[in-house]
């Protein structure tokens, strides 16, 4: 990453300042950068952006992907380490104390309350129109990805982090308005004042398009809020859009590794569920090629107290310790229109997008299943959304996004209350970590499962 070793201490000292639910920037050694220095320079600010970066792209995106796959049966556990076994497990046997559920909780609120920190200091420093924009929209951006991935592990989450720790809970929905205000009031910003140069060249470098990416977590977080109309002209917003980069990515180089790669490849702790981890009905169709572009040879198997799932080789995005990561998939916004089509019942229009997906082999980033088109009852909305869920969960691999999507097509699945490791999903909703109910008196209670 360009010039990442600078901005990793600045990242390092403010992470180290973040509280579970406040990120302060106390610096108490006078050889470190104060306040003043750190949010309230336009360099300091770059620094946290570019910090915000680093840490979202190696730890918490590792949490964001890591517990929902195990969850959700993507990841088979294949070391005895208690924090794991305990995701794999699920149900009533995953306790509040958890390191599966707390890491989650922790990285991403530290993320959150770094954007909130940035958003704050660009709206107090003396900066051009074109660098508070882009700080303010980037801010914006990375604020609602960290509430959306928490929104969907947990029943409520706060939405601001606050100082003395008592930050207040939002439900659901409420959450997911706030995420999409953010995304809608970035875009607002970037309408009204061009990015500065200065910003792009510093901050998003070649490696992010920030408005392509705005739209497609807005078109995201309208889907999961049933705002469907919305969702389809915002994922039309991002697959119209030819500006370069085409695609955003998060990139790793040597310092600074793969995340995924580091918990699979890389360790004896995880690897993928042959299949995608699909059963039945959703198992990939012969020659999908989304199967060869994930998955490699067979790597035994999950511990026999984690289910004992068959396990392959991990390849895509990855394969290797600096292999880029996707900040969205292109495949996702047709996903998206096809399920926001077939809930409107319009049915044909839902068809022809699930077939570009099925049919794709010109995909940017190389995810085509080069599959022929679709032969299932068009006329039938049920058998539309099975097939769509069942791309999404092949096309989206290791996203993060299979527990949601679990919960949102099947919300009738009864999660059993004792452990079975072959089930769809484990869990409803995680436990709030114990150490956040010992340290905020406003913690919710525990869902059931």
Request: hydrophobic letters at 40%; a negative charge.
């Amino acid at each position: 990453m360009k010039n990442i070793k600078i901005y990793t201490i600045v990242s390092v000292l403010l992470i180290g300042s973040c509280l579970f639910t406040a990120c302060e920037t106390d610096f108490e050694n006078p050889n470190n950068p104060i306040e003043e220095v750190v949010l309230q320079t336009k360099e300091g600010l770059f620094a946290l952006a570019t910090g915000i970066r680093q840490y979202y792209s190696v730890t918490a995106l590792r949490q964001v992907i890591e517990a929902p796959g195990i969850t959700t049966r993507e990841l088979g556990v294949t070391n005895t380490f208690l924090n794991i076994n305990e995701l794999a497990k699920g149900g009533a046997e995953l306790p509040s104390e958890s390191g599966g559920i707390t890491n989650p909780w922790v990285n991403l609120l530290r993320a959150k309350g770094m954007a909130e920190s940035l958003i704050n200091g660009a709206n107090t420093v003396e900066l051009t129109d074109g660098t508070k924009a882009g700080l303010l929209a980037y801010g914006n951006l990375f604020k609602a990805m960290c509430l959306g991935s928490l929104i969907q592990m947990f029943e409520q989450v706060p939405i601001d982090n606050a100082l003395d720790g008592q930050a207040p809970f939002s439900d659901r929905a409420t959450v997911l308005a706030e995420c999409i205000a953010l995304l809608e009031d970035a875009l607002d910003v970037l309408s009204a004042t061009a990015m500065s140069d200065d910003f792009k060249s510093s901050v998003l470098w070649n490696d992010i398009n920030l408005q392509k990416t705005i739209n497609a977590f807005l078109s995201r977080y309208h889907l999961l809020a049933g705002n469907y109309t919305e969702a389809i002209t915002a994922a039309d917003t991002v697959l119209d859009d030819i500006s370069l980069p085409i695609n955003s990515m998060w990139v790793f180089d040597a310092n600074n590794q793969n995340p995924i790669w580091n918990r699979t490849v890389n360790s004896e702790d995880l690897n993928p569920q042959t299949n995608f981890g699909l059963l039945g009905m959703y198992i990939p169709e012969v020659g999908d090629g989304r199967i060869d572009f994930y998955l490699g040879a067979g790597a035994g198997n999950a511990n026999a107290d984690a289910g004992g799932q068959a396990l392959s080789e991990m390849l895509g995005f990855f394969a290797t310790s600096t292999t880029s990561i996707p900040i969205y998939l292109p495949g996702e916004m047709m996903l998206n229109k096809a399920e926001a089509y077939a809930r409107q019942d319009q049915l044909s229009n839902a068809v022809i997008q699930l077939d570009l997906v099925r049919q794709k082999n010109d995909d940017p980033l190389g995810v085509n299943a080069d599959l022929p088109a679709w032969t299932g009852n068009a006329a039938s909305q049920v058998d539309i959304l099975e097939e769509i869920y069942k791309n999404r969960s092949i096309e989206l691999f290791l996203t993060g996004m299979r527990h949601e999507d679990s919960k949102r097509f099947h919300p009738d699945f009864v999660v059993p209350s004792a452990a079975n490791t072959t089930n769809e999903r484990n869990r409803n909703f995680y436990p709030y970590p114990s150490i956040e109910r010992e340290n905020n008196q406003n913690t919710p209670s525990d869902p059931s499962i």
